[in-house]
Structure formats: C-alpha cells, structure tokens
C-alpha cells in the first residue's frame, strides 16, 4: 500500500558478454535480464554487447515481482545510447516484457503511482490496458505503451498517441446502484432481520445470523451492500488501491462497498492475505469499507481467529522472513451459521439427529474472543406463510432503508467530526466513555455485567449500539430505552429490540 521508489540503474564494461542482476531480487525478477535481452534484441533495439550490471536501489530492499522489467530493459539501453536520459529522472516505469517485446500487464497500478506522485514524479509509463487505472492519480501525465519500441518512442521525445492526462477522481461517474447486490425488498418477512441489518449498516456493526437451513440468512446477508452508502472519495482510492494490489482490473475508482465471500475452505492466506513470494492482500482487505460474509461460519474453525486484530484495529500485517506488508483491513463482518450440523436443533417441530455432545462441539468452533467482537445477534425464524396477503404492503426497498442510513451516518459524522473516526462502531472504548455523555439508566448493563453475560468489551459494544439506535431515532443522547434495546440485540433478541 505504501509504495518505495526502486531506482534502476545499469553499468557496461570489460568482461564476458553477460547481465549480471543485483540488489536483492527474487526468483521472477531474477529471471527478467533473459526477459529483457530477448525483448529488445526481438524489437531491434540497442542492447550493450559486453558486461551489464543493472543494480536496484536501494540494495537493501528485497525485490519481488515482474513489473521491473520495463525499467529494466530501459537502463540497459540508455547505458548503450539507445534512450535519450532527459525523462528518466522523472518517468515511473512499469510493465513486465514477454520474450517479442509486447508489454504485459501487472498489478498495483494505482498504489505504485499513488506513491510515485507523493515521491514527485510527473511522469508514467504503463502497459496498455492500465492507462484509465493510472490516470485515477492527479499529478500524473501517463502514457500507455503496448511494446517496448513504443517505450523508447516515448522516451526519445517522438510523436506518440496523445498522453492519458490524469483525471480529478471526484468526477468520475459512480458506478450503477444495482452493483450485482439484491434489493432488500426481496426479503419476504423477517422484520427483526431486516431491522438488525439497518442498525449493522447505520453504526457499522459486525452481525452474527443464526438459524434453521433455508431460513434465508445468505439471502438476508446479501442485501447488506444496498444500503450501504457509497465509499467516499478517500475510501474510493483505498479500496481501489488494494483491489489493484490483488491484481483486479480497475476501470475507475471503485465506488461501491465491496462484498467479500469466502467459502470455508479457504486458506488462512487466502483469507488474511500473504504467501510464499510476493505478499498479496487476503479476502479480509478486499473486503475494506465493504461486507466480509462467512457463511456456515462454525466450518471455518480456527482460521476465524485470525481476525481478532483486524477487528479491533481495522489493519493487517503479514510478516515473513524477508518482507512484510500491511494491509487495510476494516471491514464490517456478518457470520452466519446453523445451530448444529443437522441444522434442526431447537427448531419447533423438527426432529434434530445430533446429540447435546456433538451440538455443544459445533457451537464451539466459534471462540469465545470472536463471538465477544460481535456487536448484534439475531436468530432467524422460518416465515409461517408460503404466500403474503395480496393485500399487504410490499417490503421496502434499499433505497427507502438507505436513506434513513444516510441520517444515521450523517448524525454520527457530525458528533465525532475532527477524529479519526466516522461511525459508532469504530470508536474505541476509552474515546467512548470519557469523551461522550453515557445514558443514565444503566441499570440493565450493571446486571448483565454481573451476571457475566457481558465482558466490558461487550458493555463497550452495547454502548456503541446504543448511539446508534439513537441516531436512528433522532434523539441526542441515549437513554435507558436504548441501551436495553442494545442488549437485547447483543444477547440475541433483536424482537424486543424492535
């Protein structure tokens, strides 16, 4: 995310005709002076005949990756005179080469530029393809090459296609509602439902569904998206940074929040972000600003732990034995999952096949420390009608839901203006208690905490909750009304809640 200017340089002399690589690349990178050699012999370009050292620097920073093979190939032909050296010292290079000399795509585009423009540079070269993602970043001129020839062209000052002038982000269209998301008004019944989901999206709230097979908590979870407002223009270039970094063609900012749903075999990984060579952001940061959605969460197991600093901190940092990367990763997470692996138990007029051993072991593979970081619990009930009345109303639609959000969020945006935070669910305890006035009538939570049926993350967690059940309503300050309402939910009722 936060990308380091690599300087290539190149150096001929005595010695036997070979390319010699340093400053710490990996095995794809060192691969690239065959790479490269090829490319400009295959397009007729100068490539010095005797000893070639291409260094990368700084020496110390481990390289990864293919994208350097631009650069590369470009040092190397200036060293032969073949690249005027006036636009180097302020051109980003960035592509990888196949053997004929055709410029080849590469991932995290926009995080790179983002970084080139920060470190002064005006100028960018990119493969062609990527030119409407790099020109997202104001301050850049940026031109597209499809071959390497095209790149000297470029260099050498020669006529090319007009240059993709860098966009102002602000103006780029929004990206169509439907966003592949389904409408909430496709949701029949489940009041209580579609109630904990508006509070989950107007405070930001992780949500735990739990249920019968079939009740409709995937179909309820789904729509969570559409009544989510829209990334603003910060967050935009966030999230469309990280989805660049995972290799996902950008055709503009993403504007939407994302919708991430890993099925549950994945790996820890895959889910966290990492692995072996290059260090790749996982499903958690491609779900940043969006919705992470695990269902059958129980089957997850012990991966879901990994999520416990994500969670509480909003950021993921993977470290390996050479490298490590830090990845956004504040996401709003919604578990769903049966009550036993039959799905049946404690369902009126079913017959459950597990017995109390096996139901107890499937509900402890939700650990306690994850299930202490959701905000909202809801059990979900089967619908008691095939058909609706023809006379009753039809259920809202998003837009209707997301507009009483937008109150909500707009509410908690001006109450916690000149932090760091924007919704409820992100303010950390110590700012919530000392910084804004608690409710009165606590007495409910005072019991629960000593029942031991809240740890005070959870009275935390409640609180927040509260705020935002008062930001729906209107009202200023939280009162005892809310903060049993915010109990109920946290504890599983969100009926009495409604």
């Known amino acids: 995310m936060d990308g380091v200017p690599v300087e290539v340089e ?45 260094n990368l620097s700084p020496a110390s920073l481990p390289k990864m990756g293919s994208h350097y093979d631009v650069a590369i190939a470009v040092a190397a032909m200036a060293a032969e005179g073949g690249v005027r050296p006036g636009l180097l010292s302020r051109t980003v290079l960035l592509g990888e080469l196949s053997l004929d000399g055709r410029v080849r795509r590469v991932r995290g585009v926009l995080p790179a530029l983002l970084a080139a423009a920060r470190a002064g540079f005006d100028h960018a070269i990119v493969p062609t393809g990527q030119q409407d ?4 970043v104001p301050g850049l001129t940026v031109w597209a090459a499809g071959r390497l020839q095209e790149v000297a062209l470029i260099l050498n000052g020669k006529p090319v296609d007009n240059p993709t002038e860098s966009a102002d982000p602000s103006w780029l269209p929004a990206e169509d509602r439907a966003d592949g998301h389904a409408d909430l008004s496709d949701v029949i019944g489940h009041a209580d439902g579609r109630f904990a989901l508006e509070v989950a999206a107007s405070g ?86 969006g919705v992470l959605f695990l269902d059958e969460a129980p089957d997850f197991g012990p991966k879901l732990d990994a999520l416990r600093t994500p969670l ?15 990845f956004p990763a504040r996401f709003l997470l919604v578990l769903a999952a049966n009550p036993c692996p039959c799905g049946m138990h404690g369902v009126a007029g079913a017959e459950c096949r ?70 409820n669910g992100e303010i950390p305890g110590p700012y919530l208690r000392r910084h804004l006035p608690l409710p009165q009538d606590l007495g409910a939570l005072n019991n629960a905490l000593e029942r031991g049926r809240l740890s005070m993350r959870g009275v935390d967690k409640v609180l927040k909750v509260a ?26 009722s969100a009926r009495s809640a409604a």
């Open 354 to 423: 597990c017995d109390a051993v096996k139901v107890r072991r499937y509900q402890d593979r939700l650990s306690g420390p994850i299930m202490d970081r959701i905000d909202l619990r809801h059990h979900m009930t089967g619908v008691n009608r095939v058909l609706a009345d023809l006379g009753e109303s039809a259920p809202e639609p998003s837009s209707t839901v997301l507009q009483r959000v937008l109150e909500a969020r707009d509410r908690q945006a001006r109450r916690l203006r000149g932090t760091p935070w924007s919704t």
């Open 204 to 289: 930001r709230h992780h949500l735990f569904l739990h249920g019968a097979p079939g009740v409709g908590k995937t179909m309820l979870a789904s729509r969570l998206p559409s009544i989510l407002p829209d990334l603003t223009l910060d967050e935009s270039v966030e999230v469309s940074a990280v989805h660049s970094l995972a290799g996902r063609r950008l055709d503009g900012l993403v504007t939407r929040p994302p919708f991430a749903d890993p099925h549950h075999t994945v790996t820890p990984v895959a889910l966290v972000g990492g692995g072996s060579g290059e260090l790749r952001p996982g499903e958690i940061s491609l779900a940043h600003r």
């Open 133 to 136: 993602e790099a020109s997202l």
């Open 467 to 492: 705020w935002t059940l008062t930001d729906m309503s209107g009202r200023d300050v939280p009162g005892g009304r809310e903060v049993r309402a915010a109990l109920q939910l946290r504890l599983g």
């Open 10 to 54: 190149a150096a001929k002399g005595g010695g036997l005709p070979r390319t010699l690589l340093v400053g710490l690349p990996d095995k794809a990178l060192s691969e690239a002076k065959d790479r490269v050699k090829a490319a400009v012999a295959a397009e007729g370009l100068p490539y010095p005949p005797q000893l070639v050292t291409i």
């Open 312 to 326: 509480e901190g909003g950021w993921i940092t993977v470290n390996r034995a050479r490298a490590s990367a830090r």
